[in-house]
């Protein structure tokens, strides 16, 4: 969780959004959390307001995905990081 969040996405074309989705073993999104762009055009955004800790933090005993995509501006949305979420 603590390395997500300091996590920085970084990409040729502007980003909209980062979406976090929380999985459970079987696939099922939990929940996710979002962060928006402020302004267009940005190539560059930090994770640190999008992994909330406390909402993540109790997912950590190694059941639980947590899934990465980015919505770029050319309306792609590649997954950029999936991987078991603990401690």
């Given amino acids: 969780v603590d390395q997500l969040k300091q996590?920085?996405?970084t990409a040729n074309y502007g980003i909209s959004d980062i979406y976090a989705y929380l999985k459970d073993a079987?696939?099922?999104?939990?929940?996710?959390?979002?962060?928006?762009a402020n302004t267009?055009?940005?190539t560059s955004m930090d994770f640190s307001d999008?992994?909330?800790g406390p909402s993540f933090s109790k997912y950590t005993?190694?059941?639980?995905t947590v899934e990465v995509v980015c919505q770029l501006g050319t309306g792609e949305r590649?997954?950029?990081?999936?991987g078991t979420l603990v401690q």
Avoid at 26 to 36: N, S
Avoid at 61 to 64: Q, T
Avoid at 78 to 82: A, G, L, R, S, V
């Fill in 7 to 9: 996590g920085v996405v």
């Fill in 26 to 36: 079987e696939g099922k999104i939990l929940f996710y959390k979002v962060k928006r």
């Fill in 40 to 42: 267009a055009g940005k």
């Fill in 50 to 52: 999008t992994i909330y």
């Fill in 61 to 64: 005993d190694g059941n639980y």
């Fill in 78 to 82: 590649p997954t950029i990081y999936t």
